[in-house]
């Protein structure tokens, strides 16, 4: 699996949505990818941090910030 192939699934990984070998896919990568790790962790902390308003983030926001964790992704 590629970074690029995991930031395609990482909001289904995240929200436990995939079948169990693409998760051991996803795994097996990040066992050895320290830069897809540290790309999980953040949407964790973006996920937790958008859950403290009191209104659901604009799709707007969401396609922003999905936008940047993809940008992000491709340089690593």
């Known amino acids: 699996m590629s970074c690029r192939d995991l930031v ?3 909001s289904d990984y995240l929200d436990e949505d995939l079948p169990g070998d ?3 896919r996803i795994d097996r990568h990040l066992a050895d990818c320290p830069y897809c790790r540290e ?3 953040q ?3 973006t996920v ?3 859950a403290t308003f ?3 983030a604009s799709p707007e926001l969401c396609a922003r910030l999905m936008d940047s964790f993809r940008a992000w992704a491709a340089t690593g």
């Open 8 to 10: 395609v699934l990482a």
């Open 54 to 56: 009191d209104e659901p």
């Open 39 to 41: 790309y999980l962790e």
């Open 22 to 24: 693409m998760v051991s």
């Open 43 to 45: 949407m964790r902390t």
């Open 48 to 50: 937790r941090w958008l």
